[in-house]
């Protein structure tokens, strides 16, 4: 049985700079802004940062179904987390496309970073690989030349 609420919302990502991190995800991968808005200390208990000083800006993608919040804190000052670990939690992004070297260089182009050595070709002719956001955002990118999904 599903929950009433159940439909897919958003995913939130903390950048540095919200201009080169709106360019990224804009002209990267056909993101649009749909709105823009300036919070405090009253969504503090929400993001589990209970600072009276807190003030941030979140700015909303949306590309088809899927919607991004970009969010660039004022104060405090973010820091960068170290390296992901096998943990549990949030992962990475991933998206499909029909021409991977395209999609890689666009990424290296807006300042992302294709990660040397994670990619990995099947012989279906899909491959796979990781990339950086210009904020060190894991993105895996798919190519789905040769990929059929199951069930199809």
């Known amino acids: 049985m599903n929950a009433p609420a159940s439909e897919f919302q958003h ?4 950048v540095s700079s919200p201009e080169r991190s709106l360019a ?9 802004r749909w709105l823009s808005a300036e919070a405090g200390a009253a969504h503090g208990p929400v993001l ?16 088809g179904g899927v919607r991004l919040e970009l969010i ?17 939690g949030f992962t990475h992004l991933a998206f499909s496309t029909p021409d991977l070297p395209a999609l890689t260089a666009a990424i ?22 990781m990339c950086l956001d210009p904020d060190g955002v894991r993105i ?3 190519d789905v030349r040769g990929w059929s999904p199951p069930g199809t």
Do not use: K
């Open 11 to 14: 995913v939130s990502i903390v």
């Open 24 to 32: 990224f995800y804009r002209e990267v991968f056909g993101f649009e």
């Open 48 to 63: 589990g940062l209970p600072d009276p000083d807190l003030r941030f800006t979140s700015h909303f993608l949306a590309r």
């Open 72 to 88: 660039a804190f004022d104060r405090p000052e973010p820091s960068r987390p170290e390296p992901a670990d096998p943990g549990y």
């Open 108 to 129: 290296e182009q807006h300042g992302g970073q294709v990660i040397e050595g994670a990619t990995v070709a099947y012989p279906d002719g899909s491959t796979f690989a």
């Open 140 to 142: 895996e990118l798919f």
